[in-house]
């Protein structure tokens, strides 16, 4: 939604900077083609532009699952261990990072195929599956000390 309030915008722009060449009578006059030819300029560069956000971003969270993931794998080995010596706490907290670790996973292979509108819209869910990993870890991580 926000790309095409955007795309609007400089579309509306370029048309009134097109329009705004026309008004003097010694300046060349701007054909509708240049104007089609901006325009389509303009839309390739903010899809560029979007498309560069979407890898940092994604870019960002791998390196940030990467390293919680890390860390959880190291913690659900101690947990397991506790877990294994009959220690309730350390088997649910075993079995919810699993869970939230793998609804991150699932979260970022759904962005890998998805564009536009519907990655903005899947965006917050994957940073709010994010958060919860990392609360899971957090918690967990106190439990088990």
Sequence with gaps: MKRIIWLTTL???????????????????????????EAKEAVDTAVAYSK??????????????????????ELMQKAKEQAAAGKEQA??????????????????????????EAWAKAKPELEKALSNLQEAYNKAKAELQ
Aim: charged letters at 30%.
């Design 91 to 116: 088997k649910q907290a075993l079995a919810d990072l699993q869970e939230k670790q793998q609804a991150v996973s699932d979260k970022m292979a759904a962005m890998k195929d998805k564009g536009g």
């Design 11 to 37: 579309l509306t722009a370029a048309a009134v900077f097109a329009m705004a060449g026309c008004s003097g009578n010694d300046e060349q006059k701007v054909t509708a083609e240049q104007v089609k030819k």
């Design 52 to 73: 560069q956000k979407e890898d940092e971003f994604m870019a960002q969270v791998n390196q940030q699952y990467d390293s919680l993931k890390k860390q959880s794998d």
